[in-house]
């Protein structure tokens, strides 16, 4: 039986004017400028090809020879390799080498990064390092501790403060100088936020709409994501200084942070939380702004709803506090793992050509997964969300078992640079459909209660597995090179178990309450045909059937 909840949200509307408000602030606005924010820093940090400054030129000789007499070199396969952190002291009397006082760039691309300005490169490139490692500590940390509390005290609260504090984060990291310690702490407070701003502001969006709208909603978030971060770079290969770029791709996000007090709290988060009298008001405000009206009836039994105390005194660990709940979760954490580790395994194994515009190729790979997004949906709405993640992991399966043993083949043919190309295309294309679907899922199998720290738990497993990805990708140099291609391939199969044991979601009543969800799919759970409609014409009223 639907819930007084539900039943409110089928009168006063799914997809009325007010939800086209908020999600085109939310789900288009919000994601595009999020992202430039959260990615900026990556392109920020790279470390420029470098070599010690040498002193001037005093003979009359060419640039070349000068650099040849002043800098330790090798020659392999008659190519020159520079030393990039010794000079010779003195190469008129000897070729004893010291440490560089002072570096010259390959400003092809760039005219600063954060590692050229502050010379974080030999001794100190551990530096760049080190941040990119902790920042990925501190998201792991700050992701599930704003999950927790947005399932709490309300997803609102914590959009506004994370939003604060990632802007705060990036200010300070302008403003550090050379202080490695300030620079560091600006990035970790801003990638303690950086998930929650999303989340919290998706999860408004979805709990007042429709099981059925959901995933269109998120295949936009997730293009909105991608045109973002497909703008960002293109600014940086504008402005090429690192300061106005983060100044550039950040300001966006300090404006919309002046508007985020304006942004409404979960009506249906207030309801499961016991704020009945701030939730019928909230309906009252959208059926008002969509032009329909809450029924008394409705308003009544909502006033009278009896709010769930165990998953406070729980916290995150009710999402193991029943064994089907349990189970879902891990089996729901598998695919995060598999997924993300595929993905950042891809993305160190490609570009690797040096001569290759680095903006360019970040905006390329970004702009190839808006498309691919829509597809997902269409996809995990034609044959069920577990069937299509199973598909996607099949065929992931499939390609990195063919690169296995293209890496390791003595066929020439099969090195043509174009099957190369084509195996990373579709790699690229399945990940994505899995990063969709796992997605969708987290947000449709977890009660209201528990939807933002589910989603926070699957990006802390997300994280460990893109920090998996560098060693597995190590492996293949001194062991043997097919074993990060059979490994994923391993990886992938154990997730197309994992997501054929989930429970189905599409057209299935999905759990208001933890004591729903930790029954969820536990007795023989029937799945509809995928062409059946959740919700029949003879039970929509005539605005739901105007708003479907």
Known sequence: MDSAYDRALSEIGVAGYFHKKIELINIIILPVLWSMTYL???????????????????????DDAWKLKHIPYVTINDDIKFDTCLIKSNPNESNLTTSCSEYDYDNTWYDS?????KDWVCDKEMYIIYILAYSKVTELIGSMFFGWMGDTYGRRKMHIVTMVLAVTGRIISLLASKSYLIFLSGCLISSFAAWSIIQSATLICIEITSPKRIPKIASIRFSAGCIGGAIMPLIYWWCRDWKPFIMITTAPLMVLLLFSWKIIESPRWQYTSGKSKQCVQQLKSIAKTNGTTLSLKTEEEILNHK???????????????????????????????VQNTSYTVQMLSIGQEK????????????????????????????????????????????????????????????????????LNII???????????????????????????????????????????P????????????????????????????????PETLNAK???????????????????????????????SPQQSEDI
Not at 52 to 60: A, D, R, S, V
Not at 314 to 326: D, I, K
Not at 392 to 403: E, K, N, R
């Open 427 to 469: 790699l690229r294309m399945f990940i994505t459909v899995v990063f969709y679907v796992s997605n969708v899922m987290a947000m449709e199998l977890y009660p209201t209660s528990l939807r933002q720290s589910g989603l926070a738990l699957g990006n802390v497993f997300a994280s460990i597995g893109s920090a998996m990805a």
């Open 40 to 62: 900026n820093m990556i392109p920020a940090l790279v470390i420029l090809p470098h070599t010690c400054k040498l002193p001037e030129n005093t003979l009359n000789v060419s």
């Open 307 to 337: 709010p769930e105390t165990t998953t406070k005194s729980l916290g995150p660990l009710a999402l193991f506090s029943g064994r089907t709940l349990a189970i879902n979760t891990l089996l729901q954490l598998v695919a995060w793992t």
């Open 510 to 540: 999905l759990p208001e309450t933890i004591e729903e969800a930790r029954t969820f799919g536990r007795k023989g759970q029937k799945y509809l045909p995928v062409h059946v409609k959740q919700i029949s014409t003879q039970e929509k």
């Open 113 to 117: 990064t954060v590692s050229s300005e």
């Open 471 to 502: 060693y597995i990708l190590y492996l293949g140099r001194p062991i043997d090179v097919r074993l990060p291609g059979l490994i994923l391939t391993g990886m992938s199969i154990t997730a197309i178990i994992s997501t054929l044991l989930l």
């Open 355 to 422: 001569n290759a515009n680095p903006f360019l190729e970040f905006t390329w790979q970004m702009l190839s997964e808006v498309p691919v997004n829509f597809l997902s949906a269409w996809l995990a709405n034609r044959i069920g969300r577990r069937r299509a993640g199973a598909l996607a992991f099949c065929i992931l399966s499939t390609i990195w078992s063919l690169i296995a043993f293209r890496e390791a083949s003595s066929y020439t043919w099969v090195h043509v640079w174009w099957i190369g190309t084509a």
